[in-house]
């Protein structure tokens, strides 16, 4: 199935919630919803804007996120191509300084994050916390987002202002689960310097290894 086939299902699926909540919604208007999937870019953007109260591509919203952040957080990615194809700005910063790749990674969906980094947003941008995509997707577990960021040349090697880079803060964040699975079964682990996941076979180890192969 491809990129656009699944977004038209997710919309469409969205677009059925309020119709079962609300019987005076009619089918057609779904139908005709789904419709605007096909239409020409511009008028497709055009409506979309509408729909999310934005004037413009260029425009912003609340924390300074511009229609093609937002496009790229709900994985949008008709969308998303949309928008660049009607002139949106690609290089734009909200409040903290993410760009829109930084939305499509907490989205998740692969088509939009590919799509933007064809397009040339660097893959290694630090935000305002001097935090990266790769990082972000690291440190909230996104782990498939994070070796697609890796496959397509993200630098594992920044730091963070903590000292920590991405692979450290996969790490972290695999340690506090096996801690939090241990404590449900029983007795807690050790302290985390005599934690036996840490050293040779560590799980940032084994990360470190997987990432090299």
């Known amino acids: 199935m491809s990129m656009r086939t699944k977004t038209a299902t997710r919309q469409t699926a969205s677009l ?13 208007d779904i139908v005709n919803a789904d419709a605007d999937l096909h239409a020409p870019p511009c008028v497709a953007v055009m409506k979309w ?11 912003r919203s609340i924390d300074g996120i511009t229609p093609l952040m937002l496009a790229a957080l709900h994985s949008e990615d008709y969308i998303v ?16 300084g993410n760009h829109a790749l930084w939305y499509a990674c907490l989205g998740g969906a692969p088509g939009p994050i ?6 040339g947003l660097a893959l290694d941008h630090l935000n305002a916390d001097d935090m990266t995509c790769l990082m972000q997707a690291a440190a909230t577990g996104r782990f498939e987002v994070m070796w697609l960021l890796l496959s397509l040349g993200a630098n594992d ?5 903590d000292g920590r880079d991405a692979l450290d803060m996969a790490a972290d964040l695999g340690l506090q689960l096996l801690h939090a699975v241990h404590e449900r079964r029983g007795p807690k682990l050790v ?6 996941y840490y050293g040779p076979g560590s799980a940032r180890g084994v990360f470190s290894d997987n990432v090299s192969r």
Do not use: K, M, Y
């Not at 804007?49 to 425009?59: E, G, I, K, M, V």
């Not at 090697?157 to 202002?161: D, F, G, R």
């Open 191 to 196: 302290s985390a310097g005599e934690s036996p």
């Open 16 to 28: 059925e919630t309020p119709l079962l909540e609300n019987p005076s919604h009619r089918r057609t």
């Open 81 to 96: 191509a949309a928008l660049l194809e009607s002139g949106a700005r690609i290089d734009a910063l909200d409040d903290e």
């Open 114 to 119: 590919l799509r933007l980094v064809g397009a």
């Open 157 to 161: 090697s920044l730091v963070a202002p």
């Open 49 to 59: 804007l509408d729909a999310h109260d934005f004037p413009d591509t260029q425009s």
